[in-house]
């Protein structure tokens, strides 16, 4: 059983920068396909970035290309998500998510989300 634990969520202007943390206990979280979500209000939940169990491997939604980057530091079982140029459209929840499978299709642990909120 993976506990999944998100920090770093805020209010922060246009243009501006954010740092989350997701910090996982109570597993191998090597092991992990690791993923990043985001549900704004009124919106279904959407996939925003996924990272493989080595690091090697990053995927994005296409509507923070360029802008978020994944990382993860395996030792410290914790993964990151670095927001820059943020958007009013880029407010919401932030959930990490964690799967066995190595799918964002398939993510078998959720954490309970950090709010992000970017002013116009």
């Known amino acids: 059983q993976l506990q999944l634990v998100e920090s770093g969520g805020g209010l922060v202007q246009t243009g501006g920068s954010l740092r989350l943390s997701c910090a996982a206990s109570?597993?191998?979280?090597?092991?992990?396909?690791m993923a990043w979500f985001r549900q704004a209000p009124g919106k279904e939940r959407e996939f925003v970035a996924g990272i493989s169990w080595s690091g090697g491997w990053l995927n994005y939604a296409d509507s923070v290309k360029g802008r978020f980057t994944m990382s993860r530091d395996n030792a410290k079982k914790t993964v990151y998500l670095q927001m820059n140029s943020l958007k009013p459209e880029d407010t919401a929840v932030y959930y990490c998510?964690?799967?066995?499978?190595?799918?964002?299709?398939?993510?078998?642990?959720w954490g309970k989300g950090t709010l992000v909120t970017v002013s116009s």
């Open positions: 998510a964690a799967s066995s499978k190595g799918t964002r299709w398939n993510m078998d642990y």
């Open positions: 109570g597993g191998t979280f090597s092991g992990y396909y």
